[in-house]
């Protein structure tokens, strides 16, 4: 029962590298989130895909890119990483619509921009 | 645009006693969902409990409880019997009805339990 998955789990990289997190869900959820964690900040919406096909920004897009391979696989791309991109990074996945929408997240992603 | 507030950066609990984890929320909508999630420091993200707005019986499962007020947009966590495994950051989260895709959480409320 896997749930969410995400890779890879930690990551180092210099500033200018471009990489892509992975995410799938075995859960047939239609919805797939990617959020970053800041200390202090709660998590933050980077993007989200309400379906297959579709993607929208959420509230801090800027750097990053998505795509929605399938319905359930969300990868999540930094073209040139920057500094300010260290943050862990979540992938979650919910059944909207429908149901009350909880998140199922995986377990993190730490990513080290130097 | 909906905010959450957890206005508890830390707290402690003895071990075996009770503990209130507090978060106030700002919306105009009249249906939505909240949720208290817990990340241990495995940083594994785990729903704790979950609230619909409409319904006016609060939440409960086994050692935890909500404490949900609708007219004060207050949404506490209460945690009984406080055990070891509690220790984590707490979130508290909002998810509106209509526009359901955005979950808006707070900053987090770090939880230690002392022996």
């Known amino acids: 029962n896997a749930g969410v998955t995400q890779t890879p789990k930690f990551q180092v990289l210099k500033t200018g590298q471009s990489m892509t997190l992975q995410c799938a869900q075995d859960?047939?959820?239609?919805?797939m989130y990617w959020y970053r964690q800041d200390p202090g900040m709660g998590l933050r919406l980077i993007y989200y895909?309400?379906?297959?096909?579709?993607?929208d920004k959420g509230e801090v897009p800027n750097g990053y890119n998505v795509s929605r391979l399938n319905k359930r696989e969300f990868s999540l791309r930094l073209e040139s990483a920057a500094p300010s991109q260290t943050s862990v990074y979540f992938c979650?996945?919910?059944?909207?619509?429908?149901?009350?929408?909880?998140?199922?997240f995986g377990e993190g992603s730490r990513l080290t921009v130097l | 645009a909906q905010t959450v507030t957890q206005s508890q950066p830390e707290m402690s609990v003895q071990e075996a006693e009770t503990v209130t984890l507090s978060c106030t929320y700002d919306?105009?909508?009249?249906?939505?969902?909240l949720f208290w999630y817990k990340q241990p420091p495995s940083r594994q993200m785990i729903l704790v409990i979950r609230?619909?707005?409409?319904?006016?019986q609060n939440a409960t499962e086994n050692r935890f409880s909500v404490n949900f007020q609708k007219a004060a947009k207050s949404f506490s966590l209460k945690i009984s019997d406080s055990q070891l495994g509690d220790a984590a950051m707490y979130f508290c989260?909002?998810?509106?009805?209509?526009?359901?895709?955005?979950?808006?959480f707070g900053p987090g409320t770090r939880l230690s339990v002392l022996p």
């Open positions: 979650a996945s919910s059944e909207l619509p429908g149901s009350t929408g909880e998140l199922f």
């Open positions: 859960m047939n959820h239609n919805s």
């Open positions: 895909s309400a379906s297959e096909g579709t993607t």
């Open positions: 919306t105009s909508e009249s249906d939505y969902y």
């Open positions: 609230q619909e707005a409409y319904k006016q």
């Open positions: 989260a909002y998810r509106s009805a209509y526009y359901g895709q955005n979950f808006v």
